[in-house]
Structure formats: C-alpha cells, structure tokens
C-alpha cells in the first residue's frame, strides 16, 4: 500500500516554472513506477510523465516534452515534477501516481493503482 501526497502548485505567470512534489509513504516506494496526471476543468485526466522505480527511464506526454522534468528520490520517498516555460494550457489539477514496474510505458490512468489528492497549478496569461 502506497499513499501520496502532492504540494507546490500554485498561481504562476505564463513561461514561470513550479516544482511539484509528491510524497510517499510505505516501504515499497523505492519498488514502483510513478507518474504525474492533471486534469483540467471539463477535460479527463491526461498523462504528463512516468520514471521508472530506479528513475533511469522516463517518458512525457508530448505536450511538456521539453518543458517538463520527472526525476525521484528514493532515499526521500518524493517524486519531483518541474514545470518549466509555463503555458496557461497547463493549468489543471495535477496528482500523481504510482504502479508496480511494468515491461512497457504505462500512460493510462486506469493503469495506476495509487494517487494522491492532487494538486492545483494556475497559470494566468
């Protein structure tokens, strides 16, 4: 059993950047994939970035290629995401994510079987 909690969003001008982190109880921590999801208002939940348990592999949604930066800390039980050249296409609830490793990229939310509360980001134009 994982539980996380999510902390730093917040309201950011457009090409700002925000780190968000999500905190993870439980042993295993070190064992799972985890990702970051965000769900805009009247939108589904979308993937955004997954690394894998030992954080030597990652992969983004192409709409933050580039911008966005998924990294982990084991010793910390804490995923990081750092949100660069902010857009106001980005503001949305954001939550992360975790699952047991898997042989393929997983970006589908019913693909997850552990999520934080979530987190909102803002950015204003």
């Known amino acids: 059993q994982v539980q996380l909690v999510e902390s730093g969003g917040g309201l950011v001008q457009a090409g700002g950047s925000l780190r968000l982190s999500c905190a993870a109880s439980g042993r295993t921590f070190s064992s799972y994939t985890m990702g970051w999801f965000r769900q805009a208002p009247g939108r589904e939940r979308e993937f955004v970035a997954t690394?894998?348990?030992?954080?030597?592999?990652?992969y983004y949604a192409d709409s933050v290629k580039g911008r966005f930066t998924i990294s982990r800390d084991n010793a910390k039980n804490t995923v990081y995401l750092q949100m660069n050249s902010l857009k106001p296409e980005d503001t949305a609830v954001y939550y992360c994510?975790?699952?047991?490793?898997?042989?393929?990229?997983?970006?589908?939310?019913?693909?997850?079987?552990?999520w934080g509360q979530g987190t909102q980001v803002t950015v204003s134009s």
């Open positions: 994510a975790a699952r047991p490793p898997a042989r393929v990229v997983v970006t589908t939310v019913s693909g997850y079987d552990y």
């Open positions: 690394i894998s348990w030992r954080g030597g592999s990652t």
